[in-house]
């Protein structure tokens, strides 16, 4: 399971020469499968507005991904 969640966030650095178009391409993947995560999470917990519990968790994600980017990441 966990080989299948990481290779879309691998896949861009397989495809792509330029490492910097790479890594935005993988966070923008990793951004889209948080929301999704936190769709179904939301839906499956019964929660009124799934769609914010997807944003909750792609917020989440943006602002790890902003602290790793200041980091020198």
């Keep these: 399971m966990v080989v299948v969640a990481t290779f879309p966030v691998a896949a861009p650095f397989l495809l ?3 490492a910097a178009t790479a890594m935005h391409v993988s966070q923008a993947v990793t951004l889209g499968m948080l ?7 939301g839906r499956h ?3 009124r507005k799934p769609v914010r ?11 790890l991904i902003a602290i790793v980017n200041a980091l020198g990441g």
């Design 45 to 47: 917990s019964g929660y």
């Design 35 to 41: 929301f999704i995560a936190g769709l179904v999470l």
């Design 53 to 63: 519990a997807g944003m909750a968790m792609a917020v989440f994600g943006a602002v």
């Design 16 to 18: 792509i020469a330029d």
